[in-house]
């Protein structure tokens, strides 16, 4: 069974663009939950999509947001882009119930 | 809300020696706790998790951790460490469904020869 794929790996933007990143979860996961990494704030939860609907929600201004497609596809996208932003942004999946993330390899954004 | 400290920034071990990495988390009722290992430039694998019963976990590549709750700890443990476990871990505690997980800041290990 393929894992969580994540695209593209890297993206450079620059700051005022904005960024769409994709994630396909592990086939029968319904569950996508998404992640920022940074060196100064660590890892911290953005949201989570289930069957379409976005179930939990970070602490993240409202530039960053997110939906699911039928397929469970997911999408991130980052609005206006700040230096702040650079960052490994990650993707996680999972199946009903499990209580447990798979994690994709992510997607380094770097803002110039 | 919940919190997880990860008291050690950075720790070196040599090659065959055991390892000990601390988690602490704070929470008022036994939260699912997981401890996940990540190389550079990597995204995050799954080494074990606790969700209840057993006290003693085993997980992938040899590792076990054990929930004292008493102390509110879930440490990372192996007996005898190889180069190849030089990666940085993070514990991660989390309610309800799990999907939504608050990571400690991270600990990186480093494996001398």
């Known amino acids: 069974k393929a894992g969580v794929t994540q695209t593209p790996r890297y993206l450079i933007k620059t700051r005022g663009q904005q960024v769409t990143l994709s994630c396909s979860p592990i086939?029968?996961?319904?569950?996508v939950s998404w992640y920022q990494q940074t060196p100064g704030q660590g890892l911290q939860f953005l949201f989570e999509?289930?069957?379409?609907?976005?179930?939990n929600k970070g602490n993240f201004p409202g530039r960053f947001s997110g939906r699911q497609f039928s397929n469970s596809r997911s999408e991130m996208n980052v609005s206006t882009l700040e230096l702040g932003d650079s960052a490994l942004y990650l993707c996680?999946?999972?199946?009903?119930?499990?209580?447990?993330?798979?994690f994709g390899a992510g997607t380094r954004l770097s803002v110039l | 809300a919940q919190s997880v400290t990860q008291p050690d920034i950075h720790i070196t071990v040599s090659e065959g020696a055991s390892l000990e990495l601390r988690c602490n988390y704070s929470?008022?009722?036994?939260?699912?706790l997981f401890w996940y290992v990540q190389s550079p430039g990597q995204g995050l694998q799954l080494l074990l998790k606790?969700?209840?019963?057993?006290?003693l976990v085993q997980g992938i590549k040899g590792f076990e951790a054990e929930f004292k709750r008493s102390q509110s700890s879930f440490n990372l443990r192996k007996p005898s460490v190889h180069w190849s476990d030089a990666a940085e871990y993070f514990c991660?505690?989390?309610?309800?469904?799990?999907?939504?997980?608050?990571f400690g800041t991270g600990t990186r290990l480093q494996v001398t020869l």
């Open positions: 991660a505690v989390a309610t309800g469904t799990a999907s939504k997980l608050t």
């Open positions: 606790y969700f209840s019963g057993d006290t």
């Open positions: 929470y008022g009722a036994t939260p699912y």
């Open positions: 996680a999946s999972s199946s009903d119930g499990a209580n447990i993330q798979y």
């Open positions: 086939s029968g996961h319904r569950s």
């Open positions: 999509y289930f069957s379409e609907t976005q179930r």
